[in-house]
């Protein structure tokens, strides 16, 4: 049995590929090609562009793969969401569809727009937006370099952002947020059917969400007396409770936990302060919770 899987190929490529790094999976590319393997001998992975996964997996030409929220909806199309992973192109977050005008406009929301011309990639969605608030508006697909349009060629748009910047070079000031996104791991109904091909795709993102989850954090180890426990305890920001466990000497105690990295710079030096010895940090490669 070989897992067909769908990478998506473009802005979202190379966070993906470090994502089945850190979970154990290296993906190996070739720049020529729109096919690649794995470490793992059952799965077979292909590019595909975001826009274009769903129609993948709902027609079965793949079993699973990976795409934003924002193309699922805008697809139309029936598919199995497995998991939710919170990652973008440069940051963890979640992506947003914005409505944005240029900053000299008269336009502050998008009922003011009715009669006027919006640009965007993601069409079905903009248009649904308009017809739920009931503003008559053209939307036009834009082939790219949306934010360049406004106002010669469209009146406003309707385009991704994470920072806004982009937005912000090109004049532009974001009137409303249209759709909120992240990256889904998506199958074939067909495929998640069937028992071994359904274990695999949930092993697979259950790995994937451990790695997500262990980035930027760290384990924690040290070693307290019985008697200094509850002051070490109260210093630590748990994931969960930590691990508290017996040493061969009945006076101290072993803690793990882990933390966020970037916390660690204030949290072990009140450790020491509350009388923790011992202490290691080392990083994680997943946390599966």
Sequence with gaps: MKLRLGIPKGSLQEATLQLFARAGLPVYTDGRSYFARTADPEIECLLIRAQEMARYVEHGAIDAGLTGLDWVIESGLEVVNVADLIYAKRSRGKVRWVLAAPEDSRFQRAEDLAGCTIATELVNVTRDYFS??????????????????????????VEVTETGSSLRANHLRILETVLESNTQVIANKASYADACRRRKIDNLALMLRGAMEAQDRVGLMLNVRKEDLQSVLSVLPALKKPTISTLSDDEWLAVNTVIEE??????????????????VEYPLNKVVM
Excluded at 264 to 279: D, F, H, N, S, T
């Design 132 to 157: 739920r608030k009931r503003v008559d508006v053209r939307v036009e697909f834009s082939w790219g370099a949306t934010e360049v349009k406004p106002p010669t060629l469209a009146d406003a748009i």
């Design 262 to 279: 970037s916390t660690a710079w204030e949290v072990i030096p009140r450790l020491k302060e509350a009388k923790a010895q011992g202490i």
